[in-house]
């Protein structure tokens, strides 16, 4: 049974940095690209970041500079880290995995997804 549960998602103020970290099981982890997506309220799901498995990111513009994706292979775990934070960023962050593209933005391409962690930020 393939399992994501992602963890760190809080309320923080806008400048503040934080952590979100996708455990996965069940998968070949190495195998699969890995996703965050973030949905707002009354919003559509939408893409932030990849990471493919040679480790190469691609980040919507919005959060270029500021957040940065990383695997960790050996855990089975997926980081996304956030600085700069701004209320704009507030929503449910998802993380996903994709066996058949390595840099998709698009939420069809993705086989498997968390149940989300909440992001708030107060300005």
Same mark, same amino acid.
């Given at each position: ?32 690209? &890995? ?37 960790? $292979? ?7 880290? &956030? ?19 390595? $840099? ?6 993705? $086989? ?12």
């Amino acid at each position: 049974q393939v399992q994501l549960v992602e963890s760190g998602g809080r309320l923080v103020q806008a400048g503040d940095s934080l952590r979100l970290a996708c455990a996965t099981s069940g998968l070949p982890f190495s195998a699969y690209a &890995m996703g965050w997506f973030r949905q707002a309220s009354g919003k559509e799901r939408q893409f932030v970041t990849v990471i493919d498995w040679f480790h190469r990111a691609h980040y919507t513009k919005s959060v270029e500079g500021r957040f940065t994706i990383s695997r960790d $292979n050996a855990k089975n775990i997926v980081y996304l880290h &956030m600085n700069s934070l701004k209320p704009e960023d507030t929503a449910v962050y998802y993380c996903a995995a994709s066996l058949k593209a390595a $840099n998709s933005n698009s939420t069809i391409d993705y $086989n498997y997804w968390g149940q989300g962690t909440q992001v708030t930020v107060s300005s």
